[in-house]
């Protein structure tokens, strides 16, 4: 009995192993010598998208059983050497740009902003999308609420009350993510599960009990003045 119990535990276990490979494409790069040394190189990295998606499962996506979550066998990161933007995302592959590692001067220190960009690159890869009906926005604003509630938000990101429509994406739709989390205890993961295999706007409503734009309209007005 004993045995047997153990044996379907590792089985269960087995299943939800996720595995996380890094591939430095370009190690000359100044990209990857600041990979190294400033954020911590492979070994940290291994360490870190280990911690975020039992972040994901545990907290952003109250996801306890395989069952609930999507099955993903293995997240890549590839740092390669590209312009254009700091990460990219498709699948479950995350390719970070080692121009924009290397280049970047902002509000966080490097390690940091690196965590806080696994944050939301790896919310892609355990979110449902829909199945691609949902839109970018949502999704977008679902990754940035993910860092939001990391604590990694960089200082540059919108204030709370920012913007003129929920679903403006990103970090003008996580705060409000965040406001609808006040009301609805999990909202978000509410929300993602529901996400499964489509979207519809009305999800909010059956979630909430109130009309998106009812809640939006709530929204700003806990932060008067603030318009952008
Ligand atoms: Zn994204």
Redesign the pocket.
């Known amino acids: 009995m004993c045995t047997l119990l153990v044996i379907f535990s590792v089985s269960i276990h087995g299943i939800s192993a996720v595995n996380y490979d890094i591939v430095v494409a370009a190690p000359q790069h100044p990209g990857s010598i600041k990979f190294q040394k400033v954020i911590g190189g492979i070994p940290f990295t291994k360490q870190l998208m280990g911690q975020i998606n039992n972040y994901l499962w545990s907290t952003i996506l109250k996801q306890n059983t395989p069952a609930d979550r999507k099955p993903v066998d293995v997240v890549k990161v590839a740092l390669s050497d590209f312009k254009g933007g700091e990460a990219v ?1 498709v699948g479950t592959l995350i390719n970070v740009s080692l121009v924009y590692l290397n280049d970047y001067n902002g509000p966080l220190d490097l390690k940091k902003e690196f965590m806080s960009l696994l944050h ?2 790896m ?2 890869c355990f979110q449902w999308n829909g199945a691609n009906t949902a839109p970018v926005t949502v ?2 604003g679902i ?2 609420y993910t860092i939001l509630k990391a604590n990694l938000y960089p200082p540059g990101f919108m204030p709370r009350g920012a913007g003129d429509r929920w679903d403006k994406g ?1 970090d003008y739709t996580a705060p409000f993510f965040e406001y609808c989390d006040t009301l609805v205890p999990d909202f978000v993961a509410k929300l993602n599960n529901m996400m499964r295999t489509h979207y519809d706007v009305s999800f909010i409503k059956t979630i909430t009990g109130k009309p998106v734009e009812q809640l939006w309209m709530d929204y700003k007005a806990k932060y008067p003045g603030v318009n952008k």
């Open positions: 995302t939301h690159e919310t892609h999704v977008e990754a940035d990103y």
